[in-house]
T-cell receptor, first 115, second 113 residues
Framework: GAVVSQHPSWVICKSGTSVKIECRSLDFQATTMFWYRQFPKQSLMLMATSNEGSKATYEQGVEKDKFLINHASLTLSTLTVTSAHPEDSSFYIC???????????FGDGTRLSIL | AQSVTQLGSHVSVSEGALVLLRCNYSSSVPPYLFWYVQYPNQGLQLLLKYTSAATLVKGINGFEAEFKKSETSFHLTKPSAHMSDAAEYFCAVSDTGGNKLVFGAGTILRVKS
């Protein structure tokens, strides 16, 4: 149980395009989803927290207009990297939790490469 | 503010040997502590969690961790390493079971045959 699916797993695109990443909880309802970014050989850094039906809460230093997060249903959150540039290349990982004290379950991540 | 320090970015053990990965935390509130494992190009898998119940926590794949408040530590151990244990391990702290996680820098475990 507690499976989180992230799509796509890899994406390569040209600079200036926008890229959407989906995060789905397959067998539970996720009241909260989290988006992390992981640079090579580094730890995960939380970008934002999203609650279903509410605006996402972004961490300090994360541009909300650059990284658009939508959490329109209890099983789906999307992260859109707008006008992506090479410095946005990274590994993006989502996680989801059911209720307040349940642990987060992670997706398999999306490797984003901007040329 | 909460923080996590993982001592040793790389740990190498022989197959069958004891695995010990160190984690120290800082928290102004009673912490929830987690160990996650990450295989290359994958997300994180929860190994075990401490949520203020028993101080010795048993997880999946034979791993366990002991919460020691006096030492502010939550070290991960496994009696006998297996080749499949080679991965990167992250310790994390939260103020609740599911809120914002603060991760350590990670420890890459190498298992030698």
């Amino acid at each position: 149980g507690a499976v989180v699916s992230q799509h796509p797993s890899w994406v390569i695109c040209k600079s200036g395009t926008s890229v959407k990443i989906e995060c789905r909880s397959l067998d539970f309802q996720a009241t909260t989803m989290f988006w992390y970014r992981q640079f090579p050989k580094q730890s995960l850094m939380l970008m934002a927290t999203s609650n279903e039906g509410s605006k996402a809460t972004y961490e300090q230093g994360v541009e909300k207009d650059k990284f658009l997060i939508n959490h329109a249903s209890l099983t789906l959150s999307t992260l859109t990297v707008t006008s992506a540039h090479p410095e946005d290349s990274s590994f993006y990982i989502c996680s989801a939790r059911e209720t307040g004290n349940q642990p987060q379950h992670f997706g398999d991540g999306t490797r984003l490469s901007i040329l | 503010a909460q923080s996590v320090t993982q001592l040793g970015s790389h740990v190498s053990v022989s197959e069958g040997a004891l695995v010990l990965l160190r984690c120290n935390y800082s928290s102004s509130v009673p912490p929830y502590l987690f160990w996650y494992v990450q295989y290359p190009n994958q997300g994180l898998q929860l190994l075990l969690k401490y949520t203020s119940a028993a101080t010795l926590v048993k997880g999946i794949n034979g791993f366990e961790a002991e919460f020691k408040k006096s030492e502010t530590s939550f070290h991960l151990t496994k009696p006998s390493a297996h080749m499949s244990d080679a991965a990167e391990y992250f310790c994390a702290v939260s103020d609740t079971g599911g809120n914002k996680l603060v991760f350590g820098a990670g420890t890459i475990l190498r298992v030698k045959s």
